[in-house]
């Protein structure tokens, strides 16, 4: 299991990436808009700056749901190698098939 603090972390920059996900994108649309002269887009490139750094859709790391552990993480299925080995062991996973010799 991850530490505690760790997943908590994580999901406090879940939240915030998701509330300032439309802040952002306008910001980041004004910025690269080359039709607006370069005050309005220094403009909006400072004010970019002034979101918190959390709230960056980037800085979310993927963890497993069910251990927390951030590596070797399946998109697909949302938990890692070690857990999806485990809960198929255990046959909870439908349509996995562990083969062992």
Known sequence: ??????????????K????????????????????????ERFAAVLKLAQLPRNSAQVRVRNRCEVTGRPRAFYRK??????????????????GLVKSSW
Not at 1 to 14: I, L, P, T, Y
Not at 22 to 27: A, H, I
């Open 16 to 39: 915030l990436a998701k509330s300032y996900a439309g802040k952002r994108s306008r910001l980041k649309a004004l910025v690269s808009n080359k039709e607006l002269p370069i005050e």
């Open 77 to 94: 299925l949302k938990m890692s190698r070690i857990a999806l080995r485990e809960l198929g062991s255990q046959g909870q996973v439908p």
């Open 1 to 14: 299991m991850a530490k505690k603090s760790a997943v908590e972390k994580n999901e406090h920059r879940r």
